[in-house]
């Protein structure tokens, strides 16, 4: 869980603000009473859709290491309710972890406020919860402290969801259950692989670089191809000249950026592949600042 003092709040009016800010991202159509108004029991409010029913959160902030202290004052705002307005849900908002004491005491309390049909409680751990999905409220009310924490939030991985042939036609699958391809025709033509990642991350990632081996390369009696036509589109092409063995580096002018949570596809055309030989060709993708994916190593039949 994350570890954050939510005594670095300056005042109840900045706790407010916090906890609409969580509870706005997930109810998005809940508001904030103005702070300093006669709130009526209410910090922020939701009307739900299609009736009079309403969600009403109550926060209290507190910089002592007891709840006691906040009893009068969640007492009072429970007075301030309407007890004519149902309320559907009324959550609970406090800056402390609630002890078992604390939820007694609230449990019987409610059972006085007929109109209120359900309760929740946001306390410091589940506060601290629901921050951990949202960084950038951490770095809105806590920025002092932010880089800190930042490592916590920042992790970058990718995935392999699913590679392919794009343009099938002269190249065939041998085999659906592994990647081996083969020629079908006496004709030059690129491999063209369509591939579709995942950022399982929380920051956005940047492709930096694709690095293709090829190896165990072996040649058949056949003639020399001439030179592909370069098709440009949002590829990245890689010449592997005529099928010879080796690493070839490729380090694209336009990096492509994969947002958090989020799939990205492309397309790796390997060309100049050359044709009477058999072999395999590793790809692997580099991001970040040293990270790598690795593909699955695929068997071409030129």
């Given at each position: 869980?994350?570890?954050?003092?939510?005594?670095?709040?300056?005042?109840?009016?900045?706790?407010?603000?916090?906890?609409?800010?969580?509870?706005?991202?997930?109810?998005?159509?809940?508001?904030?009473?103005?702070?300093?108004?006669?709130?009526?029991?209410?910090d922020i409010i939701e009307f739900v859709r299609?009736?009079?029913?309403?969600?009403?959160?109550?926060?209290?902030?507190?910089?002592?290491?007891?709840?006691?202290?906040?009893?009068?004052?969640?007492?009072?705002?429970?007075?301030?309710?309407?007890?004519?307005?149902?309320?559907?849900?009324?959550?609970?908002?406090?800056?402390?972890?609630?002890?078992?004491?604390?939820?007694?005491?609230?449990?019987?309390?409610?059972?006085?406020?007929?109109?209120?049909?359900?309760?929740?409680?946001?306390?410091?751990?589940?506060?601290?919860?629901?921050?951990?999905?949202?960084?950038?409220?951490?770095?809105?009310?806590?920025?002092?402290?932010?880089?800190?924490?930042?490592?916590?939030?920042?992790?970058?991985?990718?995935?392999?969801?699913?590679?392919?042939?794009?343009?099938?036609?002269?190249?065939?699958?041998?085999?659906?259950?592994?990647?081996?391809?083969?020629?079908?025709?006496?004709?030059?033509?690129?491999?063209?692989?369509?591939?579709?990642i995942r950022n399982k991350g929380t920051i956005?990632?940047?492709?930096?670089?694709?690095?293709?081996?090829?190896?165990?390369?072996?040649?058949?009696?056949?003639?020399?191809?001439?030179?592909?036509?370069?098709?440009?589109?949002?590829?990245?092409?890689?010449?592997?000249?005529?099928?010879?063995?080796?690493?070839?580096?490729?380090?694209?002018?336009?990096?492509?950026?994969?947002?958090?949570?989020?799939?990205?596809?492309?397309?790796?055309?390997?060309?100049?592949?050359?044709?009477?030989?058999?072999?395999?060709?590793?790809?692997?993708?580099s991001y970040s600042k040293r990270k790598r994916?690795?593909?699955?190593?695929?068997?071409?039949?030129?």
């Open positions: 869980m994350l570890k954050l003092d939510l005594s670095l709040l300056e005042n109840g009016n900045d706790f407010q603000a916090l906890c609409y800010r969580i509870a706005n991202k997930e109810f998005p159509d809940c508001v904030p009473v103005a702070t300093g108004s006669h709130d009526k029991g209410m299609g009736n009079r029913n309403k969600i009403v959160w109550q926060c209290k902030y507190s910089k002592a290491n007891s709840l006691s202290t906040l009893k009068p004052k969640i007492t009072q705002s429970l007075n301030s309710l309407d007890a004519s307005q149902k309320i559907d849900k009324w959550i609970l908002c406090v800056s402390k972890e609630a002890t078992g004491k604390f939820l007694d005491w609230i449990y019987k309390e409610l059972r006085k406020y007929k109109f209120i049909r359900s309760f929740e409680i946001w306390d410091k751990i589940k506060i601290l919860q629901k921050l951990e999905k949202h960084p950038d409220i951490v770095e809105i009310f806590f920025y002092k402290v932010y880089q800190d924490l930042e490592r916590i939030f920042s992790t970058e991985e990718l995935e392999l969801i699913e590679i392919n042939i794009s343009e099938k036609g002269i190249w065939k699958e041998i085999n659906s259950r592994r990647l081996e391809y083969f020629r079908g025709r006496n004709d030059e033509s690129d491999l063209l692989l369509d591939i579709k956005e990632v940047m492709l930096s670089k694709i690095i293709l081996k090829v190896y165990d390369v072996k040649r058949k009696l056949r003639g020399i191809p001439e030179s592909s036509i370069l098709l440009p589109k949002i590829t990245y092409e890689i010449s592997i000249n005529n099928g010879e063995e080796g690493t070839y580096i490729y380090k694209p002018d336009a990096p492509l950026l994969i947002k958090p949570k989020m799939h990205e596809r492309f397309q790796i055309k390997i060309k100049e592949i050359g044709y009477a030989w058999i072999g395999k060709i590793k790809i692997s993708i994916i690795n593909l699955p190593t695929i068997l071409v039949h030129a």
